[in-house]
């Protein structure tokens, strides 16, 4: 990346991964045919797309973002021929877990090295409690195997960590389980499978930390119309934020609340940022955010924010690297096992820039300063790389980044995007 560069105009970012996993979930186990505009051709979801595929279900595309399931119901699924693998997709190998816990027929998950590395445990553990016969690899490790014709019983189940995906992963084995199965979380975490399991016309009740449901209904297709990814448009948020004169308006970005910790953290720092033309669509919060160029501050990161931000530290680590003073991050341990250790390799790459920045256990203390040109691993860590791409509009020199080879999991289209807006990325095979 060479050093500076505008960022002006208007984007659409693409479509929201976590919905896009769930809308070919959902879709698959409905009755009746369900159509997803806005689907993320990324190829974490599409490794969800294609693992339904092998299970027997048919679907089309996806075309410009345009899918089409034909529903099989929460029954018509088929043993797949061989192992299903989901390359880099945490979502989908924790997710598929708790939809595979109650079929009929066995089915080994498989993953690519970093997802071989991360933990499986925790999903594990409260599908056994339900009667399910799960195996791991060494240390709660994939590849994941689930026997099938095992009876589920709903449980109700309190979540040791703040996890959206062990969450989603039990309520949706509920759907397989006999009675009720209730999860209680310590901290809000994104609720996109309530409101999409709703949207498909299954009942799903939530108080507070709660959420519960019956086993053995049925879900009725729908037409979902996925918003952009807020995770994906924090990149943008964040580079306009830190270059002088930038104005962006990013388009029908989804604003759950569950999510909208980036938006928080980074007006809490001074940024300068509108929501407006605020809908909703099938069920989720959508609206245009507009971002100008302000001096950021550094600030104390309230605690309550980090799970609504924990896939946005990455991006907001280079935030912290531009503003005055001081940063401080606590309570975000989850990032460690993430695609790789991300405070320890943002830390690495923002040291390298030139950047004090301490890691702790859970968090990291990050001064601002001046960023300096230098080469930097991202560990073939998808944010991470966007991050440091971010971090070239205010350096002094050329920073290049290797290991970029999984950007394509979560965002394909990002260099011509961010070249479009005035971002100078070069991409070397």
Known sequence: MQPGGQIRGKARVPGDKSMSHRSIMLGSIADGVTTVDGFLEGEDALSTLNAFRAMGVEIEGPENGRVVIHGVGRDGLKAPVGDIYVGNSGTSMRLLAGLLAGQQFDVTMTGDVSLSKRPMERVAAPLR?????????????????????????????????????????????GLYAEGETRTTEPAPTRDHSERMLRGFGYKVDVDGPVAKLQGGGRLSAVHIDVPADISSAAFFMVAASITPNADLTLEHVGINPTRVGVINILRAMGGDITVFNEREVGGEPVADIRIC????????????????????????????????????????????????????VMADGLQAMGISAEPTVDGVVIQGGQITGATVDSHHDHRIAMSFAVASLRATAPIKVTGCDNVATSFPNFVALASGLGMNIEVQA
């Open 293 to 344: 160029y302000a001096q950021l501050k550094g600030i104390n990161i309230p605690e309550d924010q980090v799970p609504l931000a924990i896939d946005e530290f990455p991006v907001l680590f280079v935030a912290a690297a531009c503003a005055e003073g001081q940063t401080v991050l606590t309570g975000a341990e989850e990032l460690r096992v993430k695609e790789s250790d991300r405070i320890q």
């Open 129 to 173: 409690e339900m009667g399910a016969v799960v195996e791991t690899a060494e240390g709660g490790r994939p590849p994941l195997t689930l026997r099938g014709g095992q009876s589920l019983k709903a449980i109700d189940y309190v979540l040791p960590m703040a996890s959206a995906q062990v969450k989603s992963c039990v309520l949706l084995a």
